[in-house]
């Protein structure tokens, strides 16, 4: 674990301060997936090497949807919320500041018994007044890596994992900067 937490620091910058949210109870969270590559290939790319599932266009629709917004992103943002004290992240139009996860690059990881790979995360935090584009912080964050002890054949599941390890770092984080 203290392994991971500092591969997790040296992978990720945070440039900007987070003082702007001092004082706040909520932070609305957005994710965008825009150009999302999977270990640098396109997501074209990705789907034609998955498309072996039983229900492949079933799988193709859960995976840019269902997966995103009632698997991935909801375990990243509860593993968030459990590391912050004063602050909950979540689905707040109406709080005065925004976090957009840009997720830039999904390494699915793989399954191979005791060689196997946990998913990987790559792309940026970006911090924003509500409404503007204008940040005041960003956290990079490259080969965030889900539990390795938590290895699945099924890839969404290892995706799953690696936002969930995602949130817990980004929490931590927060919680230290935002006094």
Known sequence: MVMAS???MQAQKLKGDLSPLSGQKELNVVFVYDGVTYDGDSEAKFFKKN????DFEQWKKDWTGEFRTNMW???MLKDWN???????AGNYPNAKYTAIVKITD????????PFSQPCKLTGTITFVPTGSTESFAIITFSDVAGNGYQMTPVVEHRVKFAFSELGEEIGEICNKKIK
């Open 73 to 75: 992103q909801p375990e």
């Open 51 to 54: 498309d072996d599932h039983d």
């Open 6 to 8: 500092v591969t997790f």
């Open 82 to 88: 459990n590391e912050m004290s004063k602050l909950q």
């Open 106 to 113: 999904i390494d699915p990881g793989s399954f191979a018994g």
